[in-house]
């Protein structure tokens, strides 16, 4: 049996945390409770917005539940609902060494979290009949491998086919040389662009940042504002 790995743990821990708010949750196991963070700078949740006390410690159970099975030393959860309430906790070590705890205060990357706005982003352009998901890429961005075949649809599935330019060993040392390196759009995709496509447009699933890169010039173009 393949072992589960961190991003299915997490994309299990959504799921999970999808249904404790739902009517028809499950009830709560015992498990650590997370620490609530403290809030300001202009953060909404504040004491009194929360959510009512047993839904937020059925998330308590599930967001530690989750983090102890994927390893993960420690993360920032916050679940917010127009209406209804928000809740923010954060859970685990920010520093193994020193045991230091998770918290507001602490600075953390974005990263990969910019997938879910990107997409979002593409999806209210289509909604405004600005741009369409069974668009071919060549329609907005020339130069793309197999261009004419790849949807905006399949890019934002993670089903175009194009090699992932973050296992091109090139880039992999590029940026291990220089970590704050700066990058842009054209630079990384360039990395993938030498190797060839990994399967047709469609025919199966894979994890690939060059999809993204390539959605975020497409809102570019269409919208004329810089994404970043």
């Known amino acids: ?4 790995t961190p991003r299915r ?3 299990t821990a959504l799921l999970l945390a999808a249904a404790v708010l739902a009517p028809a949750a499950l009830p709560a196991t015992a498990a650590p409770v997370p620490v609530p963070l403290r809030h300001g700078g202009g953060d909404d949740c504040r004491d009194g917005d929360g959510l009512p006390p047993a839904m937020a410690e059925r998330l308590d159970a599930t967001v530690e539940k989750v ?3 994927a390893g993960i030393p420690g993360l920032v959860v916050s679940v917010r609902m127009p209406g209804k309430g928000c809740y923010v906790r954060a859970t685990g070590v920010a520093d193994k060494r020193t045991g230091r705890p998770m918290s ?3 600075y953390i990357r974005i990263g990969s979290g910019t997938k879910a706005f990107t997409v979002t982003a593409l999806l209210q352009l289509v909604d405004e009949g600005k741009a369409g998901l069974d668009d071919p890429i060549d329609d907005y961005v020339r130069g793309v491998p197999n261009g004419h075949r790849i949807t905006l649809r399949q890019l934002a599935g993670m089903r175009s086919g194009l090699f992932p330019y973050t296992a091109d060993q090139d880039f992999v040392r590029d940026l291990l040389s220089d970590p704050k390196r ?3 759009p054209w630079e990384v995709l360039s990395y993938g662009y030498r190797h060839a496509n990994t399967f047709e447009p469609g025919a199966t699933f894979q994890y690939s940042n060059s999809n993204l890169v390539l959605l975020g010039l497409v809102i570019e173009k269409v919208t004329g504002r810089p994404l970043a």
Do not use: S
């Open 1 to 4: 049996m393949r072992r589960r």
């Open 9 to 11: 743990l997490l994309a």
């Open 67 to 69: 983090r102890r099975q």
């Open 104 to 106: 507001a205060d602490g």
């Open 182 to 184: 700066p990058f842009d």
